[in-house]
């Protein structure tokens, strides 16, 4: 397994990003509160910061919704951040490459490493893993599965990036299938070849997200983001279900002969009925059983930084070093002592934070250690204690 | 700038791969200020390459001979031959010379999305010669993405019943990786450690 490089975010550049026209900002320590009015940009610093690893970022925005509106120049935006690792300093860049450049494809962001093209996306997120809070999470388990998946695979890709990959190499088979039952070229080959890549990918996929929720389950057992409440959480996918009683190769097979039986309801329902996007996530309050959908705002936000805290512990034990955490607004919903526990928490973790908040207050318990800061449309401001 | 066929010239160069507008123009000014050393053998250099050169009949290789050299060599193992995507990954094994035998180009991969069916690709000519008697391998190099995927699949249903052994390289290719911008060691492993497909 890789190690996470990151150990401390040392300088972000936002160039016409969002809001931000031009920001260069230096936070001085690990942690950093960011404090601001609503609109005043925040989400979009820690926006910003989720794009230095792979995906689509805390918004999962579209890369041309990215640029700022009324930009000049060529229309490109950019996103820069220095980090200090165990072998000294290194930078992550993204953004849109203007129009002609040699590897510039319309709508699509490029990464460079210390000012290079990385080898591949997965040297980037193998030096710098991410996971965020956002408060659009609260109606995680109000909403559709895709949420609780994606939610889910944003998990799994912090600890191993090569999953990032597999979910998209399945979801690639798996619409060049649905276009083929679609325009109804019945060539069976060719079905039986983008079903084999779905079995392939699915079952890999499955398994990884298995392996999370057991590896997570085992970690918010034994109390790592105690006090708040030990989650537990369940992967409802068939896939898993047949990888819990069979090795990987076998439920391959049974996957493959699952599509290929099902093309003429697939073809009906013009989507495939069985597979790994099917797949669906549960938590539950493991001490009182009560599931996340059942329970109080506040109960799912702090089973929700329980899962967040536990997962970045399982990083930072897996991986050498803990994540960038981007918690957006994590003290609302939380009454006075989950504050002061969760503040303390991060001082454990010790990673890269950002932390927003629309009054510092909420985070005095990080404040001989966390860099405190005001948001405004012009920029950060350090914050008089 | 200087008239309608400098801005011509470097629209044209300007669509060519690795180039942008910006290097277009570098490389047309360069051209201008020499045109007697590098702008004319340039031009002849092209017309020639594109009166003479054509697919092989028999591989799809580029050449101006048909067959191309590679076809052409008796040296060369013809029980073998290696299915890649574009005769750039041709030039990429050839240039590691990890592969003795015989290639076969298939012109791009199957994508329902991109709309490319099998009707697109070079595939009869190489059942044809897969099916001939000589041939007792046929190695499948496409890349390691979702559609080389289903594109070796595809081929491996209709090339066991001829009666060859149908091998693919081993996987690991980087990310949407063409075998073009491997290196030649990981070439060279790749195709060592294929395996039966
Ligand atoms: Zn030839």
């Given at each position: 397994?890789?190690e ?53 970022g805390?918004?999962?925005a ?14 490109d ?14 930078d992550?860049?993204?953004g ?8 510039a ?29 956002t ?6 388990f109000?909403?559709a599965?895709?949420g ?7 998990l ?7 999953h ?12 060049n299938?649905n276009?083929l ?26 398994a ?35 990888l819990?009683a ?17 093309r003429?309801?697939?073809r009906?329902?013009g ?6 996007h ?9 001490a ?9 705002t506040?109960?799912?936000?702090a ?29 609302v ?15 454990r ?37 | ?9 470097i ?21 201008l200020?020499q045109?007697?050393t590098?702008m ?5 250099a ?9 697919p ?13 050299f ?10 073998t ?7 750039g ?32 690709l ?18 499948l ?8 995927a ?9 090339l ?10 081993a ?20 195709l ?5 497909s």
């Open positions: 397994m890789s996470a490089a990151a150990r401390r975010l040392l300088r972000l550049t936002l160039t016409d990003f969002r809001n931000y026209p031009a920001l260069l900002w230096r936070p001085e320590t690990a942690i950093s509160v960011i404090v601001g009015p609503n609109g005043s940009g925040k989400t979009n610093l820690l926006e910003a910061a989720s794009l230095l690893v792979p995906g689509r805390l918004r999962g579209r890369v041309a919704d990215l640029l700022r509106q009324g930009a000049s120049g060529a229309g935006w950019a996103v820069a951040g220095r980090f200090a690792g165990p072998d000294g300093e290194f992550i860049g993204t849109t490459l203007p129009e002609g450049s040699p590897d494809q319309a709508n699509r962001r490029v990464f460079r490493l210390n000012g290079a093209p990385p080898r591949s996306q997965a040297e980037i997120a193998s030096l710098l893993a991410a996971i965020w809070l408060p659009q999470m609260e109606r995680l109000q909403e599965a895709s609780r998946r994606r939610f889910l695979d944003r799994v890709f912090a600890l191993e990036p090569g990032a990959r597999e979910v998209a190499s399945y979801e690639a088979a798996m619409a299938r276009r039952l679609a325009e109804a070229r019945g060539d069976p080959a060719w079905l039986a070849g983008l079903e084999d890549g779905m079995a392939r990918h699915g079952v890999a996929a499955s990884a997200r298995a392996g999370l929720v057991a590896r997570l389950n085992a970690a918010l057992a034994e109390g790592v983001a105690a006090p708040f409440p030990a989650a537990y959480m369940t992967l409802i996918c068939p896939i898993a279900e047949q819990r069979a090795p990987a190769l076998e439920v391959e097979e049974w996957l493959r002969d699952g599509l290929a039986g099902g003429a309801q697939d009906q329902a989507a495939a009925r069985l597979g790994a099917r797949a669906d996530m549960g938590l539950a309050d493991a009182s059983g009560i599931p996340a959908q059942l329970a109080s506040g109960q799912q936000k089973l929700l930084i329980g899962v967040v805290l536990g997962h970045a512990a399982l990083i930072a034990t897996a991986r050498g070093a803990p994540p960038m955490l981007l918690l957006d607004e994590p003290a919903h939380l009454d006075a002592d989950h504050r002061a526990a969760l503040c303390a928490a991060l001082r973790l010790g990673g890269p934070t950002l932390v927003t908040g629309t009054d510092a207050e909420a985070y005095a318990g990080l404040r001989d250690e966390a860099g405190f800061w005001a948001c405004a449309a012009s920029g950060l401001e350090p914050l008089a204690a | 700038m200087g008239g309608p066929e400098i801005d011509r010239l629209g044209l160069l300007a669509k060519l791969p690795g180039l942008g507008p910006r290097s277009a123009r570098r490389a047309a000014l360069k051209m200020q045109p007697d590098r004319l053998p340039l031009a002849s092209l017309a020639e390459a594109a009166r003479a050169v054509k092989c009949a028999s591989c799809g290789n580029l050449d101006s001979r048909d067959p191309c590679i076809c052409a060599d008796l040296h060369r193992d013809r029980t031959i290696c299915v890649v995507e574009s005769v990954d041709l030039w990429a094994l050839e240039r590691a010379s990890v592969h003795r035998g015989l290639y076969h180009i298939l012109g791009g991969t199957l994508s329902a999305l991109a709309g490319i069916s099998p009707d697109d070079n595939i009869p000519p190489l059942l044809a010669r897969a099916g001939d008697g000589t041939v007792r391998e046929v190695i190099a496409l890349g390691a993405t979702v559609d080389g289903t594109t070796m699949h595809w081929l491996a249903d209709r066991r019943p001829l009666g060859v052994n149908v091998t693919r390289i996987q690991g290719m980087p990310m949407g990786g063409a075998l073009d911008v491997l290196d030649d060691g990981t070439l060279a492993a790749a060592r450690a294929r395996r039966p």
